[in-house]
């Protein structure tokens, strides 16, 4: 009997079907950029000082410039820390609406030197130099309550996560297409009203909904294109489907400097995503889940379908179907199996902190460059441009180099790049930029290529269960990530670089602990797992093909492949596929 990869052999494994599924799907990929880092232009936080009554009245009475404005009524200007916290967050305590000021330095008259002036925190509110608006600017998220932007984005990351536990079993239990359908109306719904909210809590509740869902949007769309295609297309199609979530972030540097009102962005990047409901009529189930569940008949028209859309005629023998056994399944997988074993039990710790520090490296480097560059807009845009570059260089490695050295050297690279950037003066800005933009594209290198050496880790049967484990860590990175970036800076601009260089270095020397899966068979067995690094690659083996032609029908000669593989422990043994 038939399986879907069979069928796909014969009516097109990449033909015009799956393309088109997989740019409408690319579009679902590209719409999480705005939700995953969104935040460097939702939560801009643009130079501030304390709103004094009587200020302007008597700036305009006097003549003042800004410039002079600041000097005369603002305390602590200058580059240090402390006299940016007082220059942002504290304000004289000084009647300016009294008449006895004088317009040239209008302080001298209260005190010889005006560092003897009593200050206190603002208290009628800030004012902000920027032609645009933030959620920082719109609910005075500064000083006091600045650590209200890192909850913000941290929402989401814990959307991600809590989402990762439910979304799953529901793309599992009712379908992909589903899981995608009901998940994209709730992302759209829940953008709409971030950007409606009419305060602080009620906009972060919605960002919490809104991550919950995203991601399990953007994984249907991830497991509906790669159980389209054929086998020998799903690597190449899984990385390109991430390249979309680059273009989207390409595509928000854009928007964002288009629209530099948060409210107007937010709904600029929310309601096109409505029109992915359209799927519903574009995209089907994918056949593979409706074999699992016994759904024969409607795989079989799918099927159809796609050899009709790919103007292929299907196999005579397309009625009988089947989903592929794997007896290994019906092995019940615990958390423990995880960490029964020493070599699993290495594996899978080593796994966890990859996920954890990729995630802080990744988001951290997006939200260092947006709080410290000059241009925010070109900043972001030229960091977003390297994860190109990235993606070729995995299509480029990822089967003649193999897996663990690629990303050992792209930890390496990340957490060098962060240290170097210490000791680069502020001045040198565009070296800073170009350091960051290294960073950013080992971090990206490490995310994808983390992803299929966590798959190939591990036997069937637990198999996604340690993808769900060792994943969640990525989104745990994401919920410390901002508290990690903004508050430590207001210690020292560079602590945060500290942190990431050395999460990366150590991320980098603990990757060549893991076995090259280069080539190597999926491990069936905790035992194969085990000893995964002592087994022998696939191209080691002698590959023998029979062409047997089986019967004949309306149409040409169908005909099956067998495989004989000749073993090399066992030269006089067979196995027939």
């Known amino acids: 009997m038939p399986t879907v990869d069979d069928v796909l052999e014969q009516v097109g494994e990449f033909g015009r079907f799956q393309k088109q599924a997989f740019l409408l799907l690319c579009l679902i990929s590209a719409s999480l950029a705005p939700i995953y880092v969104g935040i460097v232009f939702l939560g801009f936080t643009p130079d501030h000082y304390c709103q004094s009554p009587g200020v302007a009245e008597l700036s305009q009475r006097c003549g003042w410039s800004l410039a002079d404005e600041l000097n005369y009524t603002v305390p602590g200007l200058g580059s240090t820390e402390e006299a940016s916290f007082l220059s942002q967050c504290m304000q004289y305590e000084v009647d300016w609406n009294q008449s006895t000021l004088e317009c040239v330095d209008p302080l001298s008259s209260l005190a010889a030197n005006r560092s003897h002036l009593p200050l206190r925190p603002c208290q009628h509110g800030w004012v902000y130099n920027t032609p645009g608006s933030s959620i920082v600017t719109e609910f005075n998220l500064v000083c006091g309550d600045s650590w209200k932007v890192d909850l913000f984005q941290s929402c989401v990351n814990l ?39 009419p305060d602080y809590t009620s906009m972060l509740l919605f960002r919490l909904l809104q991550g919950m869902v995203s991601k399990g949007s953007w994984v249907s769309g991830y497991t509906l294109i790669t159980e389209f295609v054929g086998s020998g297309y799903r690597r190449t199609t899984a990385i390109l489907y991430q390249v979309a979530f680059t273009v989207g972030l390409v595509g928000l540097a854009g928007v964002a400097y288009a629209i530099p009102h948060w409210r107007w962005l937010q709904l600029a990047v929310s309601l096109p995503t409505f029109f992915f409901l359209l799927y519903y009529w574009l995209v089907p189930e994918s056949p593979r889940w409706l074999l699992s569940q016994k759904r024969t008949t409607q795989a079989i028209r799918i099927m159809e379908q796609i050899a009709q859309k790919n103007k292929k005629l299907p196999p005579a023998d397309l009625k009988m179907l089947c989903v592929e056994e794997d007896v290994s399944e019906k092995q019940s997988p615990s958390f423990v199996d995880l960490f029964r074993t020493p070599n699993l039990r290495k594996h899978t710790l080593i796994l966890m902190y990859l996920w954890f520090s990729c995630a802080v490296l990744y988001q951290g480097l997006i939200m260092h460059v947006g709080a410290t560059g000059g241009n925010l807009y070109l900043d972001f845009f030229y960091s977003a441009l390297m994860e190109f570059p990235a993606a070729i260089i995995i299509l480029v490695t990822i089967d003649r180099v193999g897996r663990i050295y690629p990303t050992a050297i792209s930890n390496l690279m990340s957490g060098a790049a962060c240290l170097i950037m210490i000791f680069i003066p502020h001045e040198l800005h565009w070296l800073n930029v170009t350091l960051a933009c290294l960073g950013r594209m080992g971090a990206t290198i490490v995310l994808q290529m983390v992803c299929l050496v966590n798959a190939e880790l591990y036997p069937t049967f637990i198999r996604n269960l340690a993808m769900m484990v060792c994943s969640a860590l990525c989104d745990l990175g994401g919920i410390f990530t901002p508290f990690m970036v903004f508050r430590l800076m207001e210690v020292w601009q560079a602590l945060p670089l500290i942190l990431f260089g050395v999460l990366g270095l150590t991320a980098g020397a603990m990757t060549f602990l893991l076995p090259e899966t280069k080539g190597m068979a999926l491990p069936e067995t905790v035992d194969e797992a085990e000893n995964l690094g002592k087994r022998k690659s696939r191209a080691k083996e002698n590959m023998i093909y029979l062409q047997v032609q089986t019967g004949k029908s309306q149409g040409p000669f169908v005909s099956k492949r067998y495989l004989l593989q000749k073993k090399s422990q066992k030269p006089s043994t067979y196995r027939l596929w």
């Open 159 to 197: 959307g991600f996560f809590l989402g990762s536990l439910v979304v799953g079993y529901i793309a599992d239990r009712f379908g992909r297409k589903l899981c995608l359908l009901a998940t994209t109306l709730v992302t759209s719904l829940s953008g709409v009203l971030t950007a409606v909210a």
